[in-house]
């Protein structure tokens, strides 16, 4: 629906995960929000927290690597592309032990925070079942 219309066009696609890209793309169109690139919104984070020590400057910088290898690793450009889901690939790609992992997820949990507050990406409702999930390993 734009302008409270619906829409009716062709994707041009038969794969449904490019067809979402393709139809979140429209919506942000229609909402006139610019769609906020990854490695964009890991500076404007890093820039806002500053003023922390030096040692929880360096954990933030490692943990948003490993986030941006891996999004750079699958076809993750935006912020808003990124869902829990692909949060548990992250979690097996990085198969580090639980208080390492639990540390990584507070971090990980600001982060997108800060994406949220900000409005470049929605708050995804199965955010708490599947970090429950990922947090029992």
């Known amino acids: 629906m734009v302008n409270g219309k619906r829409v009716r066009t062709s994707l041009k696609t038969r794969d449904i995960q490019r067809a979402a890209r393709r139809l979140a793309e429209m919506e942000e169109e ?19 927290r500053a003023e922390h020590a030096p040692e929880t400057r360096r954990k933030y910088k490692r943990v948003l690597t490993f986030l941006s290898d891996y999004c750079a690793r699958e076809p993750l450009r935006y912020v808003d592309q990124i869902a829990v889901e692909n949060l548990d690939g992250y979690a097996l790609w990085r198969n580090k032990t639980n208080w390492t992992w639990i540390k990584e997820i507070e971090i990980l949990r600001q982060f997108f925070s800060f994406c949220i507050d900000r409005e470049w990406t929605r708050k995804n409702r199965s955010e708490r079942r599947s970090s429950a999930r990922v947090c029992s390993k």
Do not use: C, H
């Open 30 to 48: 229609a909402l006139g929000r610019p769609r906020k690139a990854l490695s964009d919104a890991i500076e404007a984070f890093q820039a806002q």
